[in-house]
């Protein structure tokens, strides 16, 4: 069975920061990675996502993941953290199996931005 | 393309009562998902459909849920008897319905659900 552990379910930064959120998987079939972004009151948003060949993925607003099989590990990062970056984060991992591609998330990251 | 959307956006509803929220996929998407997110926790899996066939409920949360696709478009999830522990974000996902795990969901913005 796949599942996902987020770490740290609030991380705080500054304007301008690092932004590091951290996401371990596990699975016994190759994964397929996605992070996607849930702004206050609004559906959830993909950010980006891992399905095979380069494994640094980039994807939207200066946002990139690195997959390390070695690892287990799938973590989110921007060199520089904005204030609309603030939002909660959720890691999420999906395999073809008997629920179609349905997706298994963590519990999610809130990330907090100050000025 | 104008999204996943989902109605109502709200519902506040007494407990015992029944409830039905719908959810509209993006045109031509094959595949759509019911999911259940409650407070602090990422969203959790209910059911799917592959146009109108209903292809996994096993993981409705109980007898008292359901959910239909009658014409492979929108979609209803119907909850009865309605209980305070009900109380979450329902979300719904579509997607092209390629059959690969690699796809895309596309989500709404949810129906929040209150029970009193």
């Known amino acids: 069975a796949q599942s996902v552990t987020q770490l740290g379910s609030h991380v705080s930064v500054s304007e301008g920061a690092l932004v590091l959120l951290r996401c371990n998987y596990s699975?016994?079939?190759?994964?397929?990675l996605f992070w996607y972004v849930q702004y206050p009151n609004q559906g959830l948003q993909l950010l980006l996502k891992y399905t095979t060949g380069a494994t640094l993925v980039k994807g939207i607003n200066g946002f990139e993941a690195e997959f390390k099989k070695s690892e287990t590990s799938f973590h989110l990062t921007k060199p520089s953290a904005h204030m609309s970056d603030a939002a909660e984060y959720f890691c999420?991992?999906?395999?073809?199996?008997?629920?179609?591609?349905?997706?298994?998330f963590g519990k999610g990251t809130t990330l907090s931005v100050s000025s | 393309d104008t999204g996943v959307s989902q109605d109502p956006r709200h519902k506040i509803t007494k407990r015992g009562q029944n409830v039905t929220f719908r959810c509209d996929p993006i045109s031509e998407h094959n595949r759509l998902y019911w999911y259940r997110q409650t407070l602090g926790q990422g969203p959790e899996f209910l059911t799917y459909?592959?146009?109108?066939?209903?292809?996994?409920k096993s993981r409705l949360l109980s007898d008292r849920f359901s959910a239909e696709r009658p014409k492979g478009s929108f979609s209803t999830l119907e909850i009865q008897r309605t209980e305070q522990g009900d109380s979450a974000m329902y979300l719904c996902?579509?997607?092209?319905?390629?059959?690969?795990?690699?796809?895309?969901?596309?989500f709404g913005p949810g129906t929040r659900l209150l029970v009193l």
């Open positions: 999420a991992v999906s395999t073809l199996n008997q629920a179609g591609t349905a997706l298994i």
């Open positions: 459909f592959q146009n109108e066939a209903q292809l996994e």
């Open positions: 996902a579509s997607s092209p319905g390629g059959g690969t795990a690699q796809e895309t969901q596309y």
């Open positions: 699975s016994s079939v190759p994964p397929y």
